[in-house]
């Protein structure tokens, strides 16, 4: 939702960026054929700027509302470890926080959530060791920020979410299955999906509230009515 009322899909044939009205009509389609090698997510952020995750690419770039690139984080094919500063392995989400700092999920073969400023200058990198202790982390695949400063990781292969303050020490673990997307509402209400499952959570404060069945529940996103809309 890119908060004017309009919901983005982005979808992996060209055009790649769809727009439709909060009720479905059609608005226009943008996004030329051989942009993405494989486009995995878009993020629309406050200042309405698309971020999309290229998993096959290794990249993630910034894009103005009408399509303009306007950042690169990694290099074009060439794939990183979980140590690298400036380079992915199929990256699949970005999340980006009020003062602009970027966070990205880098999980298909890495094990990490890597902190970006707003300029793209590495800051830290979050997880970074395969496994299923606490703090490490398992096929990240979602990223999201809570008021709080914490973030919230899609701990996938572990089924669970993983929680870890701003600085990237790591808190507590949510045991809700997170094979899809994660999205955070204004009162903190966290929609947590999984596509092998075929359920959205509905959480505070980490207790469960409620569990809706949507069949191959992949990404989300929350529009200024706090209505949420589920690929």
């Given at each position: 939702a890119d908060g004017k009322g309009n919901v983005m899909v982005l979808v992996r044939t060209a055009p790649?960026?769809?727009?439709?009205?909060?009720?479905?009509?059609?608005v226009k389609a943008f996004g030329?054929?051989?942009l993405f090698e494989s486009a995995h997510s878009v993020t629309i952020d406050a200042q309405g700027f698309l971020w999309?995750?290229?998993?096959?690419?290794?990249?993630?770039?910034?894009?103005?509302?009408?399509?303009?690139?306007?950042?690169?984080?990694?290099?074009?094919?060439?794939a990183g470890d979980?140590?690298?500063r400036d380079l992915f392995n199929q990256p699949n989400h970005v999340a980006v926080a009020p003062n602009g700092d970027i966070y990205v999920s880098d999980g298909y073969v890495n094990s990490r959530v890597v902190h970006f400023s707003s300029k793209g200058?590495?800051?830290?990198?979050?997880?970074?060791?395969?496994?299923?202790?606490?703090?490490?982390?398992q096929l990240p695949h979602g990223v999201a920020l809570h008021s709080r400063g914490r973030i919230l990781i899609n701990d996938s292969d572990n089924k669970r979410v993983s929680i870890f303050n701003k600085d990237g020490t790591?808190?507590?673990?949510?045991?809700?299955?997170?094979?899809?997307?994660?999205?955070?509402?204004?009162?903190?209400?966290?929609?947590?999906?999984?596509?092998?499952?075929?359920?959205?959570?509905?959480?505070?404060?980490g207790k469960l509230i409620e569990s809706v069945s949507a069949d191959r529940a992949h990404a989300m996103g929350i529009d200024t009515h706090d209505s949420i809309f589920v690929s």
């Amino acid at each position: 939702a890119d908060g004017k009322g309009n919901v983005m899909v982005l979808v992996r044939t060209a055009p790649y960026f769809r727009v439709f009205s909060r009720d479905g009509k059609f608005v226009k389609a943008f996004g030329d054929e051989g942009l993405f090698e494989s486009a995995h997510s878009v993020t629309i952020d406050a200042q309405g700027f698309l971020w999309v995750t290229d998993s096959a690419a290794h990249l993630v770039q910034k894009f103005s509302p009408d399509g303009r690139l306007l950042m690169t984080l990694g290099k074009k094919g060439i794939a990183g470890d979980n140590t690298s500063r400036d380079l992915f392995n199929q990256p699949n989400h970005v999340a980006v926080a009020p003062n602009g700092d970027i966070y990205v999920s880098d999980g298909y073969v890495n094990s990490r959530v890597v902190h970006f400023s707003s300029k793209g200058e590495f800051t830290r990198i979050i997880g970074g060791v395969k496994g299923s202790a606490p703090g490490q982390l398992q096929l990240p695949h979602g990223v999201a920020l809570h008021s709080r400063g914490r973030i919230l990781i899609n701990d996938s292969d572990n089924k669970r979410v993983s929680i870890f303050n701003k600085d990237g020490t790591f808190v507590e673990t949510w045991p809700y299955p997170s094979r899809g997307g994660i999205a955070v509402a204004s009162d903190d209400t966290v929609y947590v999906s999984d596509v092998n499952v075929g359920i959205v959570n509905i959480v505070k404060n980490g207790k469960l509230i409620e569990s809706v069945s949507a069949d191959r529940a992949h990404a989300m996103g929350i529009d200024t009515h706090d209505s949420i809309f589920v690929s």
